[in-house]
């Protein structure tokens, strides 16, 4: 599988883990614990950009608890139709892109945004295209946040539903080597959340 059916297998997926199943759920402790880190680190006023917002529930979190320069990126444009149907005054106030992010964060500005997270996304892009961690660490001014699964080993890939892959990574040694330092770090079930900021 390369990055193109990478890409294919996201853009077209329906049943679970399809935009009407994270639609349902809607906000949950992941969202908490973001919106908790983004006042904490950088506040309210920041401008924040979700890789892989989906149907943009993390998102919707943030603009509740009064964030409201929101921008969100996703493959599957389903996604942000779901999100326009669920969160319409988020759809109206944030800006949303249906593109990959190695697609959209080439044309982005330095330190276009004060911070970048993602949540259980970078974990799904491809060895191919991993330059994009150069971008993602070029857009972000003050801040990346990042909940991805660890649980295997570094350089092994899982495939979800025999289908999907997930790109087991050492998310520490990918932003320190791109300049940022880890502000804190905790593990969890399923994942690991890092908080990181450019080194001075």
């Known amino acids: 599988m390369d990055s193109n059916d990478v890409r294919s297998e996201w853009a077209e997926r329906s049943g679970e883990y399809s935009p009407t199943y994270y639609a349902h759920y809607g906000p949950d402790e992941t969202s908490e614990l973001v919106q908790s880190i983004l006042e904490t680190e950088v506040g309210r006023e920041a401008s924040v950009l979700e890789v892989g917002c989906g149907v943009g529930r993390h998102l919707a979190a943030l603009a ?64 191919d295209v991993e330059w994009v961690f150069d971008d993602i660490a070029r857009i972000a001014g003050e801040l990346v946040v ?13 495939y979800v539903d025999d289908d999907i892959p997930l790109y087991y990574r050492d998310w520490h040694r990918v932003f320190t080597d791109r300049g940022f330092v880890e502000v804190t770090s905790s593990e969890r079930k399923r994942d690991t959340v890092r908080v990181f900021r450019p080194s001075e």
Not at 146 to 158: A, D, K, L, P
């Open 64 to 127: 509740d608890a009064g964030f409201s320069d929101l921008t969100g990126v996703d493959v599957n444009p389903a996604a942000l139709d779901v999100l326009a149907e669920t969160y319409p005054e988020l759809a109206e106030t944030g800006s949303f892109h249906a593109e990959a992010i190695e697609e959209y964060a080439t044309d982005v500005a330095d330190d276009a945004f004060d911070a970048v997270y993602s949540v259980e996304t970078l974990q799904h892009i491809h060895p």
């Open 146 to 158: 990042t909940v991805e699964n660890e649980s295997g080993e570094y350089g092994e890939v899982n």
